[in-house]
């Protein structure tokens, strides 16, 4: 946790500055940080701006923060993120990598090479997911909410959400076979499509190909998606 996350229930009195931490984030300042009374951490608002909390006092219920939020959150990715759903435990790690490298819009489909019983995961509660978007923003120092839609048709989603999300941007389908060499460092928005374990079929290939997306790929390697994230982001900006 490099950044601890404010809620606006936190904020206690009338300065607008005073926050009262419980539970895990408190847990984490006492015995990861093993910060006591006059300590500084760094904070930020969810939504809002970064800066400093310094502990003004403690006791083994709570911890009061006095907090000083005059730093903007680092700038979002230009990037509009779409994975076909993975197994459950590769969603939380997409979803905390994405996350923390600064995607704000997500699109989880469907896809032929996915397990349907996937979609019946408790990972996929609005809950779960915003639990590990909040892991996300808090490695990164950031304080912006992703959005992420699921979308369970994938033709429909193709043929008519997807032009219109690509319109006037880069879009790349990130696939190993009969594809061109991924560019680097582009300049302007993004649209990266990463497809299942086992890849795309190729029928889904040519619709996405349809829909303005160009096949790249970044070698011959098959990697996991939080991976395929880390390093097609890595190259694009």
């Known amino acids: 946790m490099n950044c601890i996350l404010l809620e606006p229930s936190d904020f206690t009195g009338d300065d607008g500055r005073t926050v009262r931490l419980t539970g895990r984030r408190m847990e984490h300042v006492t015995t990861v940080c093993r910060c006591g009374t006059g300590a500084t951490l ?5 939504g809002g701006n970064t800066g400093t909390g310094t502990i003004i006092r403690m006791d083994s219920s709570a911890m009061e923060l006095s907090v000083d939020l005059v730093d903007p959150p ?21 979803v905390e990598a994405a996350t923390s490298l600064g995607v704000k819009q997500l699109y989880i489909i469907e896809s032929w090479r996915v397990e349907k019983s996937y979609w019946t995961s408790p990972v996929l509660t609005p809950e779960s997911l915003e639990k590990h978007m909040l892991l996300g923003l808090e490695q990164a120092r950031d304080t912006v909410l992703p959005v992420i839609e699921l979308r369970r048709r994938f033709k429909p989603f193709v043929e008519d959400e997807l032009p219109v999300i690509v319109k006037g941007k880069t879009a790349l389908l990130a696939h190993p076979y009969e594809a061109q060499t991924c560019p680097f460092s582009i300049e302007g928005s993004a649209v990266l499509v990463i497809g299942p374990e086992g890849g795309f079929i190729p029928y889904e290939v040519d619709l996405l190909k349809q829909a303005g997306c160009t096949s790249v790929t970044i070698g011959q390697r098959i990697l996991r998606v939080e991976v395929a994230i880390a390093a097609f982001i890595g190259r694009l900006w």
């Not at 760094?42 to 969810?46: A, P």
């Not at 700038?75 to 994975?83: F, S, V």
């Open 42 to 46: 760094k904070v930020g608002l969810i």
């Open 74 to 94: 680092p700038p979002p990715l230009p990037l509009t993120l779409i994975i076909a759903l993975p197994r459950p435990k590769s969603l939380k790690k997409a």
